[in-house]
C-alpha cells in the first residue's frame, strides 16, 4: 500500500506539470454533521470570494472540490487529501477546520507538489510541519494572549483554566497562562476535557470549589462552545461574580442568538468579527450573506475562507497556471492585503498571518440582534506559539 501511494503521488505529480485551463482546489472540512455550520461557512467565503472576484485567474478556470469529515478524524484527512491530489488531480488543498486533520495531510504535501493554505486549525505547530503550508485563520496562542492582559488589568488575579484536550486547547492554555503569569496573576487550576465532552456541570463544580475569581475558557467552536457558556451561566457562576474571559471561538456570532441576554457583556479576544466596520468587511458580509442565505449563520471561518482564496489566487498567478508548490508559497511569503477583518500579512519566516486582535464585548442592537462590539485593538499581532516551541 505504501509503494502504491508513493508512485501514484508521483505519477499525480508527472501529470500535473503542465498547463492547466481548469485548477483544481480541494476543500476538506466538516460540511455534515455537529460542525457542519463551520463547513457552511468555509464555503460561504470562497463564494464571496469568487462572487467578488471570478472564477478565473489569467486563462485558468479555478474549480472548487469539496470533502466531508464530520469530525476530527486525521485518518480520514489524510485518505480524503490523498484522494484529491491523486484521483482529483488538485493543485492546492484549503480548509481544515480541526489541528489533528491538517497535521494529517501535511506528510503529503512535498511529494505530490501541493500547498496546503489552512482555513481554520489553529495549532502554532502546523506550519512547522511542511514548508508547503500557509494559514490565513490564527492561533489560540494569537488569540488567548490578549485576553490574558485584559484579565490582569481589569483586577482578575487568580484564575482557573478549562480547555479542550488537543492541540489548539492545549495551546490557549498555555498562551493564557503565559501572559496572565508574565502579568502578576496566578493559574490556580489547569482542567483538561476530553474533545466530545458535553456535560459540564461536574467543572462548574470545579470552578466554583477552586475559588478562583474568574475562568479562562477554550473549546472547539460549534455546540460544545454553546453548552459551555450556557452552563456557565446557568450553574449560577455569573451571578457569583466569577469572570469569563475566552479567545472569541466561544462568543461566535452563530451562536448568539442561542445565548441570548445570557452573554451580554461577555469579553473575547479574537481576529475578526461580523461586524467590524470596515467598507471592505462590508463588501465580504453582503456577498457572504448571499453565499450563506441566513445572516445569523454568518462566522469567523467564512473570512478564513475568503482569505484563503485570495492567497491561493496569488499563488496561481504567480506560477502562470503551473504545478509548482514551492513557487507558490515563495510567492506569497510577505504578502499584504487588506482583509475583511483590517490588515493582514503573510509573515515571510512562519507563512502564519500576522493580524489586529480585537477585544470584543457582546452588545444588543437596536434591532434586538446580539453582535460582538470591537471595543480595543491590539495591533499587529504575530504567533507567539511559534516562539515558545523554540
Known amino acids: 500500500m505504501k ?3 508513493i508512485a501514484a503521488l508521483a505519477a499525480a505529480l508527472l501529470g500535473g506539470v503542465a498547463h492547466a485551463d481548469t485548477i483544481k482546489v480541494g476543500v476538506v472540512g466538516p460540511f455534515s454533521g455537529p460542525f457542519a455550520l463551520q463547513g457552511k461557512n468555509f464555503k460561504a467565503g470562497i463564494d464571496a470570494y469568487m462572487a467578488l472576484n471570478g472564477n478565473t485567474v489569467g486563462d485558468d478556470t479555478i474549480e472548487i472540490i469539496y470533502r466531508d469529515i464530520p469530525t476530527a478524524d486525521p485518518a480520514q484527512s489524510k485518505a480524503l487529501s490523498q484522494e484529491l491530489v491523486v484521483k482529483e488531480g488538485v493543485q492546492y488543498l484549503a480548509g481544515f477546520y480541526f489541528t489533528p486533520d491538517a497535521m494529517a495531510a501535511t506528510p503529503l504535501l512535498e511529494q505530490a507538489n501541493v500547498p496546503m493554505v489552512v482555513m481554520n486549525a489553529a495549532t502554532s505547530a502546523i506550519v512547522t510541519k511542511s514548508p508547503y503550508v500557509v494559514r490565513t485563520s490564527f492561533t489560540t ?3 488567548s494572549t490578549p485576553i490574558a492582559k485584559v484579565a490582569f488589568d481589569g483586577g ?3 484564575v482557573i483554566s478549562v480547555v479542550s484536550d488537543y492541540g489548539p486547547g492545549v495551546d490557549a492554555e498555555a498562551a493564557f497562562k503565559a ?8 493559574v490556580v487550576e489547569a482542567i483538561r476535557m476530553p474533545l466530545q465532552t458535553n456535560d459540564f456541570s461536574p467543572i462548574m463544580q470545579r470552578i466554583k470549589d477552586s475559588g478562583a475569581e474568574g475562568v479562562f475558557a477554550f473549546l472547539p467552536s460549534g455546540p460544545t462552545t454553546l453548552g459551555f457558556v450556557k452552563a456557565f451561566n446557568e450553574n449560577g457562576l455569573k451571578d457569583a461574580g466569577v469572570k469569563f474571559f475566552a479567545p472569541g471561538d466561544l462568543t461566535q456570532e452563530s451562536d448568539l442568538p442561542a445565548l441570548g441576554e445570557s452573554a451580554l457583556g461577555l469579553q473575547t ?8 466596520g470596515s467598507a471592505e468587511n462590508k463588501k465580504f458580509v453582503e456577498a457572504a450573506v448571499k453565499a450563506i442565505g441566513n445572516p ?10 475568503y482569505d484563503g482564496m485570495h492567497v491561493i489566487y496569488k499563488m496561481i498567478e504567480a506560477t502562470g497556471g503551473e504545478q509548482d508548490a514551492a513557487k507558490a508559497v515563495e510567492a506569497v511569503k510577505g504578502l499584504s492585503w487588506e482583509s475583511p477583518r483590517g490588515p493582514v500579512t503573510i509573515d515571510p519566516e512562519s507563512r502564519h498571518i500576522t493580524q489586529n486582535i480585537y477585544l470584543r464585548e457582546v ?4 434591532d434586538g440582534t446580539y453582535y460582538n462590539k470591537e471595543i480595543q485593538t491590539f495591533e499587529k499581532q504575530g504567533d507567539p506559539g511559534l516562539a515558545a516551541a523554540k
Do not use: I
Open 296 to 305: 445569523a449563520e454568518l462566522s469567523f471561518p467564512s473570512v478564513g475562507a
Open 363 to 366: 452588545a444588543k442592537a437596536e
Open 269 to 276: 479576544t479574537f481576529h475578526y468579527a461580523v461586524s467590524h
Open 179 to 186: 501572559g496572565f503569569e508574565k502579568a502578576g496573576g496566578a
Open 141 to 143: 496562542w494569537q488569540t
Open 156 to 158: 482578575t488575579k487568580k
Open 3 to 5: 509503494t502504491f501511494t
